[in-house]
């Protein structure tokens, strides 16, 4: 199953590390966040190598639906709320700015890759009240934001929240032509980082400063990354012969569905769940694109799926990215990761957040990002919720599975793993490491396929 930015886009090769080397920075990942990080550092004079363990592009980049926007959901009244006017006009500003960043590069660079400004917008059947609210919100704070009742979707609405001029793009084909311009090995995989030191399977890198932008940090300390987040799953279908609207839409309502037009496809997205608690559908193979399929057929009669693919994210317990320094402990350390739906966008806020701390440079924005940022009261809750999950994964590694086969236990921190019958995989409920049905790594933070170790152990 692989997305529509897959079909036409082939990005060149690189060698792999062949040694040990030193360098002023090493980027671990060589996914948007750390391609455009790399590419600023070296504007500002600062050489970065970039490693990563498969090819450019090969984790989440490629299953994103590209949404270039500050639109993230029911997000402006509540920073507003809980962290106040100011840090809540910093995330907007990093935002938007973001977006036109983007923008000028692709027009420097003269990269063709579909980019095209375009509104935004959230939708609701039934509340319209929480919609302006936002709407006020995001106005208040600079973004060109608006309430109203039309709709271009093809059924009824309550209201809809609209941002103008946000953007989508083709982040493959953005991608292969940025990673033109570092230094990137693949083929290298990151066993562990101490320090100033990083060790690989091919040699050992020295850098000054050490950036993780691998979507999920696999070093539990210091930083404690797998007690501060989890991750979800969300589905996606391209459709021939639907109706593409202009805006790209989000549903805020549980059952809400994600549009956006690519090209003469329309991209329809939807069923999130936490990664590996989807245990109610083990008897349901294929439910999630069911139930995509299900209503295309509704609401656009004769159309037929030409792609489908599933999206890993992180969320955080505040629903705000981590971006900055790794941990107080390691000031030379930095982290992206978090970014909950919201990858693309956040991936050029992470480049020039973390550009600007490595060169010294002083970055207001950087501080509603920050990983050592305040601990909300839904931080709080969110922290409970998710450490209930890790109780119950840890609890039942000693437990025979319910079909009599033993299911091997994550390599990560010893969950239980459990299976996802809409993909065959197995993944870990705890912090969302993934595994095919012969116990192969797919999705990190475990470094290592769940097989080795559990010899004798059957998926």
């Not at 959230?122 to 039309?150: M, N, P, Q, V």
């Not at 999920?216 to 300390?221: L, Q, T």
């Not at 593409?244 to 569905?257: A, K, N």
């Not at 994964?393 to 000693?398: C, V, Y």
Request: net charge positive; with cysteine; proline share 4%.
């Amino acid at each position: 199953m692989e997305s529509v930015w897959m079909k036409d886009t082939e990005i060149r090769k690189r060698e792999a590390l062949s040694g040990d080397m030193e360098a002023p920075v090493a980027v671990i990942g060589a996914g948007l966040t750390g391609i455009l990080t790399a590419y600023y550092l070296k504007k500002a004079r600062i050489p970065a190598v970039v490693l990563e363990a498969d090819r450019i592009g090969s984790g989440q980049t490629k299953n994103t639906t590209a949404k270039i926007t500050s639109q993230h959901g029911l997000v402006y009244e509540r920073l507003i709320r809980t962290f106040g006017n100011r840090m809540a006009q910093h995330y907007a500003a990093a935002n938007e700015e973001a977006i036109g960043e983007y923008e000028r590069l692709i027009r420097e660079k003269g990269i063709y890759c579909d980019f095209a400004r375009c509104p935004a917008c959230l939708y609701s059947g039934t509340d319209r009240e929480r919609l302006k609210r936002e709407a006020e919100a995001a106005k208040s704070l600079g973004i060109e934001a608006s309430f109203g009742t039309d709709c271009e979707l093809p059924f009824p609405v309550a209201g809809v929240t609209r941002f103008e001029k946000q953007a989508r793009f083709h982040p493959l084909k953005f991608l292969a032509q940025m990673a033109e311009e570092v230094e990137v090995y693949e083929q290298t995989k990151v066993l562990k980082a101490e320090n100033e030191k990083v060790e690989t399977d091919r040699g050992t890198v020295r850098a000054e400063h050490i950036v993780f932008a691998s979507h999920y940090p696999f070093m539990n300390v210091p930083g404690y990354y797998f007690a501060r987040m989890y991750q979800e799953r969300s589905y996606v279908a391209a459709l021939k012969g639907a109706e593409r609207p202009e805006s790209m839409c989000l549903g805020i309502d549980r059952d809400g569905l994600s549009f956006r037009a690519c090209g003469d496809l329309l991209l329809l997205g939807g069923g999130s769940h936490r990664t590996g608690t989807n245990q109610k559908d083990r008897a349901k193979k294929g439910c999630r694109y069911g139930m995509l399929r299900e209503r295309a057929k509704e609401f656009y009669p004769g159309c037929s799926e030409v792609f489908r693919w599933s999206a890993q994210d992180c969320m955080t317990l505040d629903g705000l990215p981590y971006i900055g320094r790794f941990s107080e402990r390691r000031p030379n350390w930095y982290v992206a990761t978090g970014f909950g739906k919201w990858g693309m966008t956040s991936a050029m806020v992470s480049a020039q957040i973390l550009t600007a701390q490595i060169s010294g440079r002083d970055c207001p924005v950087a501080d509603v990002f920050s990983p050592q940022r305040r601990f909300t009261a839904r931080a709080a809750m969110e922290f409970m919720v998710h450490g209930a999950h890790t109780v119950k994964g840890l609890a039942k590694h000693l437990l025979p599975a319910g079909d009599g086969k033993i299911i091997p236990n994550c390599p990560h921190m010893g969950c239980r793993l459990e299976k996802n019958p809409e993909e065959g995989t197995y993944d870990c409920p705890c912090h969302g490491s993934r595994f095919d049905a012969e116990g192969h790594l797919i999705d990190g933070p475990a470094q290592r396929d769940c097989s080795e170790g559990a010899k004798n152990r059957s998926l």
